[in-house]
């Protein structure tokens, strides 16, 4: 069962990749994820990532495109899950060409839909684990040692681009390029949107009957 994850930041996301890979073995591909771990590693795509990611933009599709292109080739037959990979119609449409090149097909395109005034108080409240990247929130999930992650022990911080301003930028760029891929993966199927309010195990439970599997 390969997917595709999309919907607008804040809407659990990444949140619901986590339990995916967890409950069911897939792999999460994570445009955002990579990005910055490439930039925790100083690599040359972080160097040209950073600005970007730090004002709440798009990173230019030929950087995105070639790096999702070499996840694909490494999947070694395991399914996966696209997690804020498409975000405009041009990545939409590569990864077409991509998946057809490699003989691989989206099963279900998945949109999580959560209204606007829900996702400024998911993104600043958000918090992260500098270490092993778990996610938290200040209320709806914080950590028992405040600082310190549960997992791994490390420090837990807030994501530079979770601050107002820069989430505000994310929020415009989600409306401007992202949404219209509403319509493209609907006309497109199997599409379904999943109601992406409530707990994250409600959440988690709406995908797992939309997409027919036993969690
Ligand atoms: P990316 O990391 O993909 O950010 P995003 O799309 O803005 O999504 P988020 O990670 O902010 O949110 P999420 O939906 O995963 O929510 P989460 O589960 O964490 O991208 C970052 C940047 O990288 C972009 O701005 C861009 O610069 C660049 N980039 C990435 N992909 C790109 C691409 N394809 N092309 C070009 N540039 C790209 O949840 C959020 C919070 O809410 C957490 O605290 C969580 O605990 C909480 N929460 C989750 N679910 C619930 C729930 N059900 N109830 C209560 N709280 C909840």
Not at 99 to 121: I, N, Q, R, T, Y
Not at 126 to 148: A, D, F, L, M, Q
């Amino acid at each position: 069962m390969n997917l595709i994850l999309f919907g607008p930041p804040g809407a659990g996301k990444g949140t619901q990749s986590a339990l995916l890979i967890e409950r069911l073995g897939m792999r999460q591909i994570s445009t955002g994820d990579l990005f910055r771990a490439a930039i925790k590693n100083q690599t040359k795509l972080g160097q040209e990532a950073k600005g970007y990611l730090d004002a709440g933009k798009l990173v230019p599709d030929s950087i995105t495109i070639g790096l999702v292109e070499e996840v694909l080739l490494d999947l070694n037959g395991k399914s996966f899950i696209l997690d804020g990979f498409p975000r405009n119609v041009t990545q939409a449409e590569a990864l077409e060409q991509l998946l057809k090149a490699l003989k691989l097909k989206v099963d279900k395109s998945v949109f999580l839909e959560v209204p606007m005034s829900m996702l400024l108080g998911r993104l600043t409240g958000r918090r992260v684990c500098k270490n092993c990247g778990t996610t938290y929130h200040i209320e709806s999930k914080p950590t028992h040692k405040e600082g310190v992650c549960d997992v791994c022990g490390g420090p837990v911080i807030q994501r530079p681009d979770d601050k107002e301003d820069v989430i505000r930028t994310r929020l415009e760029t989600y409306e401007n390029s992202t949404r219209p891929l509403k319509d493209y993966y609907k006309a497109k199927g199997p599409y379904v949107e999943i109601d992406g309010t409530g707990t994250s195990e409600q959440v988690f439970e709406r995908i797992t009957r939309a997409i027919q599997v036993k969690a």
